[in-house]
């Protein structure tokens, strides 16, 4: 048999996994969720037929997006989580011990439920005693909170489905507005490479950049993204991601990682020069207005 | 047996007649000259072949909207039936032509007609029209918010008796931003002097299809009432409906629509409108109360964020707010010291989210069926945001008054005068013969035949600066206005 799942990455590029079994197949009240058994990537959990996660290279987004801001941070102890109902970056969280409280939120119950049962060692975390989980619309839920974390991380879907209301202006403000006065927000902005998401992407980071004092880019390989290249946004009101890295510190947590490292931490800020153009195309309009 | 008894509301005549005439593959020789799209590949490819293919003229199987004798008959029966109208007309002039035919099919030149200022542009456009004088009723103003409200039913019934020789009252139901008048009452005081009552319900096509709304007017009695079923209901910019109750004589209003409308009816309008009646008597209980617990959410979750004041029901006073529209949601901004159309401006500049309007005091945000919680959850989360970033102390901020008109002129006497163009800073005094309007809501600040105040000018030019669009006069700048000599 010759089964295979096919994802566009752009309107002429489509990647696509052979898969063995079909395991879950469920349309929610906001998306259509599916789990995939394939030979090369393990499970595979796309959401309205985006890949969120494999089980081969989930690793390197749920490190990258948790190891980074943490590692700047000198201490997090409230957390929130948006999205992320797969758990994978509740499952990295979970690996601090100074970390007290962590509320995800996630619209979706059913992914949640989907990943429990499919998924179970990405959602191995979710029981945790420290997490706590409401299922609501991120916006509704941030507007009521200030001056009440550490660190947010928008761990969400593409910005053209049910997330777009995550990558706004509005969003950011809240998020803002929700973030202790030395707060950190880390989200997943994209792809630089294809033009539909490079447009995505810019669009969000001029918004970032409009909100948070400090806002800097960096990147990941993740194979089963558009263009295997992807970026996260790092917004801080205090702290710069290089120059308030303390890497000694991060070290003596004796965390084992596959992807992130403390070189690799610094190396990912530096972007080739296509992207620095882009974004330093619309921070300059920023600052013009 | 009448007619009624028989209609199907499941049909829709004209869309039937459209999806038959399109398999006929019928050759044409008539206009329009695109000729079903072919020969403007562009627009075709732009619109959609599906959509060209039916922008066809008046024939035999298709009927004729200026004389109505077999699918478009169809549907007006079935529209008459279903918004329990002794008739409906399918209008393709927008909601305008079908106020304008309101007017003109009861108001001749000279006559009196009573109505609230604040009605639409539309409305004062009638009269310049066919010449008839408008007696206007003082709608009690909001102070706090500084909106117009409905017609007192005192006020009314004060004019009815100082002006017996009216002929009509019109009634807006509801306003801009929802407010009813005790419309039963006020049918029943113009009926009892033997006048016509008019409504305008370009907000209220809803008001007949959902449940816990305020009165429609044919429930109420009224004689004749506009209905933009392009808002509220769903169908195509510009397609509308004008509705008459058992007094009117269905020919007379029939030659009145006649006198200005196109005889080159467009199929894709009155075929929205065929499609939109059928829908919102099969469905429109279920959405419009999706619409109302939309609204009710808004209100609730952006008044929790402190500063605006998003207005329901509890403002019903049992007279000027006699009942009000559920599914409007309005936000009065003036307490964190913007004005409404600062708040407008900063919500589309800033978070890309366009609302309906926004005036002095008080923004509209239009919800439908259309609309999504996702959706909701960003507009109140932008208006958070405005009040966290922009917030201002708001005792410089004007609020609207309520300026009682002088009528010096009939709008058509002033519109047709000798007039000449001066500044209008320096118009104090003067007669106007223009309009000037705030667009939206499109409800002049002058009409033709008024005495220009002071107090007129000062508004004008604090809603300029604040950001309003002004529109009416010949000058496109509104630096100068024309006043009669």
């Not at chain 2, 927008?94 to 200022?117: A, F, W, Y």
């Not at chain 2, 407010?179 to 009926?191: E, G, Q, Y």
């Amino acid at each position: 048999m010759d089964l295979w799942f096919s994802e566009f990455h752009a309107p002429d590029v489509k990647h696509s996994i052979r898969v063995n079994r079909h395991l879950y197949s469920g349309k929610s009240e906001f998306q259509q969720i599916d789990i995939f058994e394939t030979p090369e990537f393990g499970k595979v959990l796309t959401l309205d037929g985006n890949v969120m996660l494999t089980e081969r290279d989930e690793f390197i987004y749920d490190e990258m997006i948790t190891h980074v801001p943490m590692s700047v941070h000198p201490k997090v102890r409230d957390v929130l989580v948006i999205g992320a109902g797969d758990g994978g970056v509740v499952k990295e969280l979970a690996r601090y011990e100074s970390i007290e409280r962590i509320d995800l939120v996630e619209m979706d119950p059913q992914v949640i439920e989907a990943c429990r049962t499919y998924l179970p060692e990405n959602a191995s975390r979710l029981d945790d005693s420290r997490v706590h989980i409401t299922y609501d619309n991120a916006l509704r839920f941030i507007r009521r909170c200030s001056n009440c974390y550490d660190l947010i991380i928008v761990d969400s879907n593409d910005p053209f489905g049910p997330s777009e209301g995550y990558f706004t202006k509005e969003f950011y403000g809240i998020c803002f507005n929700a973030l202790k006065e030395d707060g950190i927000m880390v989200n997943q902005q994209g792809s630089p490479f294809y033009k539909h998401d490079a447009e995505a992407m810019q669009r969000s980071h001029k918004r970032i950049v409009s909100t948070f004092p400090i806002s800097r880019v960096y990147q990941a390989h993740i194979p089963t993204y558009a263009a295997g290249y992807w970026l996260f946004g790092f917004a801080s009101k205090k702290y710069h991601p290089v120059d308030d890295f303390d890497a000694k510190k991060w070290k003596n947590l004796h965390l084992r990682t596959r992807y992130y490292t403390t070189k690799l931490h610094i190396g990912s800020f530096y972007l080739p020069a296509y992207l620095e153009e882009m974004l330093e195309e619309v921070e300059q309009e920023n600052c013009c207005k | 047996m009448s007619e009624k008894t028989i209609v199907d509301q499941s049909r829709a005549p004209i869309y039937e007649a459209l999806q038959n005439f399109r398999q006929m593959r019928v050759v044409p020789f008539d206009v329009p000259g695109h000729k079903h799209g072919k020969g403007n590949p562009e627009l075709t490819e732009f619109l959609g072949e599906q959509c060209v293919g039916i922008d066809v003229n008046s024939m035999k199987p298709l009927d004729n909207l200026c004389h109505p004798v077999s699918v478009i008959h169809e549907a007006e029966m079935l529209a008459a039936d279903a918004f329990g109208a002794a008739h409906a007309f399918l209008m393709v002039g927008g909601t305008t032509s079908s106020v304008q035919s309101m007017v003109l099919s009861t108001c001749k030149r000279g006559d009196k007609i009573i109505l609230p200022r604040n009605v639409h542009r539309s409305v004062i456009n009638a009269l310049v029209l066919c010449g008839a004088i408008p007696v206007y009723v003082n709608p009690e103003v909001d102070c706090r918010l500084g909106i117009s409200l409905g017609m007192q039913r005192e006020q009314v019934a004060k004019a009815i008796a100082e002006h017996p020789d009216a002929v009509a009252v019109f009634v807006n139901n509801p306003t801009y931003y929802g407010v009813c008048s005790d419309l039963r009452t006020i049918v029943k005081m113009a009926h009892d002097a033997g006048m016509y009552c008019l409504a305008d319900e370009a907000h209220g096509t809803h008001f007949y299809f959902g449940e816990g709304m305020p009165v429609s007017a044919m429930a109420a009695g009224a004689d004749m009432a506009a209905v933009s079923m392009h808002k509220s209901g769903g169908s195509l910019t510009q397609s509308s409906l004008l509705l008459i109750g058992p007094r009117m004589n269905v020919g007379h209003v029939r030659q009145i629509i006649n006198l200005t409308q196109t005889t080159s009816g467009s199929y894709l309008l009155m075929s929205s409108l065929d499609i939109s009646r059928r829908n919102l008597v099969q469905r429109g209980k279920q959405v419009f109360k999706k619409v109302i617990e939309m609204a009710e959410y808004a209100r609730e979750e952006i008044n929790a964020i402190g500063g605006y004041y998003a207005f329901g029901r509890e403002l019903i006073n049992g007279n000027s707010i006699y009942d009000f529209d559920p599914t409007k949601l309005s936000v009065h901004t003036r307490d964190i010291g913007l004005a409404g159309i600062e708040v407008y401006d900063l919500l589309r500049d800033e978070y890309d989210i366009q609302i309906e309007f926004g005036d002095i005091g008080n923004i509209l945000a239009y919800l439908s069926i259309g609309d999504r919680p996702q959706e909701l959850e960003r507009l109140v989360s932008a208006l958070a945001e405005i009040r966290r970033r922009f917030q201002l102390d708001g005792s410089g901020l004007l609020s609207q008054e309520y300026i009682d008109p002088e009528v010096v002129l009939s709008p058509q006497e002033a519109f047709y005068a000798a007039k000449r163009s001066i500044p209008l800073k320096d118009s104090a005094g003067m007669v106007c013969s223009e309009f000037v309007m705030c667009y939206p809501p499109g409800i002049p600040i002058l009409a033709p035949g008024e005495r220009i105040t002071q107090d007129i000018l000062d508004y004008i030019e604090y809603a300029k600066v604040k950001g309003c669009s002004l529109t009416g006069p010949e000058d496109p700048e509104i630096l100068n206005i024309n006043v009669l000599v």
